[in-house]
């Protein structure tokens, strides 16, 4: 890894190669009642039908394909509330890699079901991602493994920049993108592909109001920690890192401004994918539908929305459908 440079769109090019053969190329579908909503195309980016469920398995098969001959002996560890965990899994699989994933006690008991199918080790450590980050520590320290963080990262943000790649390759007409953010590697890596193709797009960025660290740390001008809560969008917990090097950066450069959305929108969102689009998405890749539906943003001319995973519970899923949103939480 090369500590100090940030990528660049040739680095994206070059993870796009070593995709091959493992990462899907997702589809885009129109949304008639969005377009009709904005008065303009809207087209959904369909990553949740992603190998594994979701854009991270393109971060992390960049990662574990850039490590070296003894890097790859010893193996690969992460902290991961889900989606990075089991595509580490698939991805150091599919390479012939070992791979440890660590999760916090507020991983969704479907996420670690995930991650063991594919192949890696669990082990459940503490109440947060930075207390399970200590146990990743510990597996560095004593066994020598290599972490791989799931978004403040060179190798990591220039693999999920080829879903920003294909997305204007698709619609080189877009002129707005709605991107997920946690921790920034998705926003950051997108909206470094788009803008190096076409400079005059916007990115947005759209996070849960409940716990969005990136948000609070880009008005902060420095990582912020922010408290960590249940919410229906679980894959975008977690703070940014103390030490966060990357994605800060680029996301303050690069993307024109981070919205909010509330757990009732997010709810609204997912049933809107379900019963309007025939689509199952999970509650973090929902927040850019969900900033449309229910005018946090307003975009103008032709709009991509990046749906970012599927892995949802389905018995929440069928509960969210039925109009119903969890007790935890209620805003
Ligand atoms: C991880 C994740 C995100 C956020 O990605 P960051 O790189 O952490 O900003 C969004 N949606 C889904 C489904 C994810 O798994």
């Known amino acids: ?10 680095d994206v090019f070059a993870a796009r190669k070593r995709l091959r053969g493992i990462v899907r190329e997702t589809p885009m579908m129109t949304s008639s009642s969005l ?7 809207v087209r ?6 992603q190998v594994t469920g979701s854009f991270k398995l393109r971060g992390a098969v960049n990662a574990v394909a850039r490590l070296d001959e003894t890097e790859r002996k010893r193996g690969v560890v992460a902290v991961s509330t889900g989606n990075h965990g089991r595509a580490l899994a698939h991805a150091a699989s599919a390479m012939g890699v070992r791979c440890i994933v660590a999760v916090s006690r507020l991983a969704p008991e479907n996420k670690i079901a995930g991650i063991r199918e594919e192949g890696a080790e669990v082990r459940v450590h503490g109440d947060s991602q930075d207390e399970a980050q200590t146990l990743v520590e510990r597996l560095v320290a004593e066994e020598g493994m ?14 999920q920049g080829t879903l920003g790649l294909e997305t204007i390759e698709a619609a080189p007409e877009l002129e707005t993108v709605l991107v997920p953010v946690s921790g920034g590697g998705l926003v950051a890596g997108v909206a470094l592909a788009m803008l190096r193709v076409k ?15 990136m948000h609070a740390s880009l008005a902060a001008g420095r990582p912020v920690a922010v408290e960590e809560k249940p919410s229906l969008a679980d894959s975008l917990g977690g703070g940014i890192g103390e030490d966060n090097r990357y994605t800060l950066a680029m996301v303050r450069d690069l993307v024109e401004r981070v919205v909010l959305v509330s757990e009732a929108d997010i709810a609204a969102a997912v049933r809107h ?3 309007e689009e025939r689509q199952i998405v999970e509650g973090g890749a929902a927040v850019g539908m969900a900033a449309l539906l229910a005018g946090k943003v ?11 995973g599927g892995n949802i519970d389905m018995n929440l899923h069928q509960g969210l459908i039925r109009g119903e949103l969890p007790s935890w939480c209620e805003d």
Request: glycine content about 8%.
């Open 273 to 275: 994918a379900y019963l």
């Open 199 to 213: 400079p005059e797009l916007s990115v947005i960025g759209v996070s849960m109001a409940r716990g969005a660290a």
């Open 298 to 308: 307003t975009v103008e001319g032709p709009t991509a929305v990046i749906l970012s």
């Open 44 to 49: 959904l980016k369909l990553e949740h039908h």
């Open 1 to 10: 890894m090369n500590a100090t440079r940030l990528p660049e769109l040739i």
């Open 35 to 41: 377009s009709r909503l904005v008065g303009a195309p």
């Open 146 to 159: 290599v972490m791989l963080p799931p978004f403040d990262h060179a190798d990591i943000i220039a693999g």
